[in-house]
């Protein structure tokens, strides 16, 4: 069973950063495209960002691009997202997700998800 666990989350101010982390165990990261969402509150959750097996194919949200960064390190099985210039609209919960299918988070139905890690950026 693939497990995802998320850290890195807290309290920032606007203009400033943070990276977060996914640990995946039970799976070996180099099967599956790996994908960050978030969900703000009272909002539907929606798509951040994608990395496929390897790392050369990478996608971002509009909302996100040039201010987020995703990577992997497939030795040390964890992904990342590096967030700057953060805005107070990007205060979330941040879910990493995991899926051998290439594609899934165009309907963000990924086939593995952590429980979350909660970004909070204030004005």
């Known amino acids: 069973q693939v497990q995802l666990v998320e850290s890195g989350g807290g309290l920032v101010q606007a203009g400033g950063s943070l990276r977060l982390s996914c640990a995946v165990s039970g799976g070996t990261l180099t099967s599956y495209a790996m994908a960050w969402f978030r969900q703000a509150p009272g909002k539907e959750r929606e798509f951040v960002s994608v990395i496929n097996w390897r790392g050369g194919n990478t996608f971002y949200a509009r909302a996100v691009e040039g201010r987020f960064t995703i990577s992997r390190d497939n030795a040390k099985n964890t992904v990342y997202l590096q967030m700057n210039s953060l805005k107070p609209e990007d205060t979330a919960i941040y879910y990493c997700?995991?899926?051998?299918?290439?594609?899934?988070?165009?309907?963000?139905?990924?086939?593995?998800w952590g429980e979350g890690t909660l970004v909070t950026v204030s004005s």
């Open positions: 997700a995991a899926d051998r299918v290439w594609g899934s988070w165009l309907s963000n139905a990924m086939e593995y």
